[in-house]
């Protein structure tokens, strides 16, 4: 079926794909795509350090099951390891927590006992799951899942503790702080302050241990823009403005303002900016203004900022069975995820490094994970600055003052000028409500203007998997839909003339 109605897709990172490749195989065939850079995926980005592939962006398919989308095209492309189509590793449930052999390093310098490490663990992991149940009773007393954390460690210390030595228990809360920082990488928030206890439950996952592309997360963008017709994508062509209820343009009532100036009429805009563009341009990027109710959702919920430090080295210093390493603060028992001087000490908020594997493919390559306003400095230094800091971390807690990276590469998403950060989490005070309204198209139901002219996709509109590359997949399909019901069932004298 084809339908000459005219559809521009803001943004062509996976859900602009998505909602495109959705349409233009339903016979819409006036669609276009404009994208502000000189490339398709926005955070799906593959790069090199050295002649080694690794990922700026997006990293794992999170719980790869035939329930999510990105594991079915991954597969249907032929761009997995047969070990992650397994059934077994379909099946497995692990909860958002891959089950990777840690190594666990302290300050002072050198491994620590992971028999000393695991209570502590245990204990934060229990109180994770029991803050997404929570979910839609405002978390009362708690607003935040940091103050639920802190409160509830503090208290269960005192019961389950209780006979254990100063030492060992002062250990333990520095633990606590390590996996705090773990968790604002995980949610993409400066601390866990400032994630809402009653919105936490939100998040859903999938079964499934996540997998990584071997070839690069980018093949999935390769092989889906090879489906779609040639010069549907238009590169470096940002839009300044979104001009909805549009009586200038005759017959079409929503009228796209592009940076360079040029004009393109259309009758329905699909919008797949990042939250983190739009909470800083919405004043500019629509006119008439959103309305006040998805104004207020766009600030209410988080997105903040997790960048990537990777740092090649010649020989390893950590086990060979091991996944993930942790760098334990011993001066950080007050449960802490949030330095005091950004500047001077932003290091000690990297929690630690995933080790990419398999080794016969990486070399001996970590990826040190650093979320927050710590992260966002760590950006305005120089690469050799950079460098240096890790450097001196890793001499500190291995004790070896020797170690020397090879190579040193960081991602930069806070100042990439179209994203302005990472992903999105739920923030405080925010609710089922703010997502609703996230995905809701203008004009708002009960206008009398013609419906759906602008159409909202992107991670942070899907209420359940927003911050990964699945959800954002859903949502792109989710407004093609919208779309697709919207025309088979309008009389055939309502469709546009061509
Ligand atoms: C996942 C993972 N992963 C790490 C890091 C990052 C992200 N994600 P896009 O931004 O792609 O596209 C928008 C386009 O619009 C873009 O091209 C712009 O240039 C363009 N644009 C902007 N302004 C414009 C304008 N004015 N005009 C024209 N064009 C314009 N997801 O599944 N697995 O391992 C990770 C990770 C460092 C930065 C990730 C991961 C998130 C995904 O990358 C992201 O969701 C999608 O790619 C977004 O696609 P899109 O199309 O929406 O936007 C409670 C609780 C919660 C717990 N949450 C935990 C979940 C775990 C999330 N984990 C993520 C972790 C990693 C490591």
């Known amino acids: 079926r084809s339908v000459n109605t005219k559809i521009v897709i803001i943004g062509c990172g996976i859900s602009g794909i998505s ?42 398919i999170h ?16 761009l997995l390891d047969p070990e992650a189509l397994t059934p077994e590793n379909q099946a497995m449930d692990i909860g958002g927590h891959p089950p990777w052999t840690p190594n666990f390093f302290g300050s002072s310098g050198g491994k620590l006992n992971a028999e000393d490490i695991y209570p502590a663990q245990q204990m934060f992991l229990e109180l994770l799951n029991e803050s997404s149940e929570f979910q839609g009773q405002k978390g009362e007393p708690w607003s935040c899942v940091g103050d639920f954390i802190r409160s509830e460690v503090q208290q269960r210390a005192e ?79 940002p839009v300044r403005c979104v001009h909805w209820n549009n009586t200038e343009e005759r017959g079409n009532p929503v009228m796209v303002e592009c940076d360079d100036g040029e004009r393109i009429a259309a009758d329905h805009v699909i919008c797949t900016v990042p939250l983190g563009y739009l909470r800083k341009h919405h004043s500019t990027l629509f006119h008439p203004p959103l309305p006040l109710h998805k104004l207020c959702s766009v600030q209410r919920l988080g997105f903040g900022t997790n960048n990537k430090i990777f740092v090649e080295f010649d020989a390893p210093w950590w086990d060979a069975d091991c996944e993930i390493i942790y760098l334990v603060w011993e001066d950080e028992d007050a449960m802490v995820d949030e ?17 990419l594997k398999p080794t016969e493919r990486y070399g001996h390559v970590l990826c040190g994970w650093i979320a927050g306003h710590e992260s966002e400095y760590m950006e305005t230094l120089s690469e050799q600055e950079v460098t240096q800091a890790v450097t001196q971390l890793v001499r500190r807690f291995t004790g070896n003052p ?34 609703d309204n996230m995905m809701e198209p203008l004009p708002s139901k009960g206008s009398q203007s013609q419906p759906l002219q602008v159409l909202f996709a992107g991670e942070a ?12 997949v859903l949502t792109g399909w989710r407004e093609a839909d919208r779309l697709i019901s919207h025309y088979s069932s309008v009389r055939p004298f309502e469709l546009r003339k061509s």
């Open 19 to 60: 909602a495109a490749h959705r349409l233009v195989k339903a016979g819409f065939n006036d669609v276009r795509i404009l994208e502000a850079t000189s490339r398709s995926g926005g955070r799906i980005k593959t790069g090199r350090l050295g002649n080694k592939i690794v990922e700026i962006g997006a990293n794992w």
């Open 63 to 78: 719980g790869p099951c035939e329930e999510n989308p990105v594991f079915c095209l991954a597969r249907q492309y032929r």
């Open 159 to 237: 019961e389950q503790w209780k006979d254990i030595d100063a030492t060992s228990r002062s250990l333990r809360l520095c633990v606590i702080s390590n996996m705090l920082k773990v968790e604002c990488c995980v949610n993409g928030a400066h601390s866990m302050d400032e994630v809402s206890l009653g919105a936490f439950g939100l998040y859903k996952t999938l079964p499934g241990n996540d997998c990584t592309f071997p070839g690069g997360y980018e093949g999935l963008i390769k092989n889906l823009m090879s489906e779609l017709p040639s010069g549907l994508v238009t590169y470096n062509r």
């Open 339 to 355: 330095v005091p001087d950004v500047q001077r000490s932003w290091i000690k908020k990297l929690f630690g490094f995933t080790v």
């Open 402 to 435: 020797t170690v020397t990276p090879k190579r040193v590469f960081r991602s930069q998403w806070f100042h990439d000028p179209w994203t302005c950060g990472s992903y999105t989490h739920p923030g405080k005070g925010c609710s089922e409500q703010d997502l």
């Open 461 to 472: 509109t899907h209420p359940c998997y927003f911050s990964t590359v699945h959800g954002a």
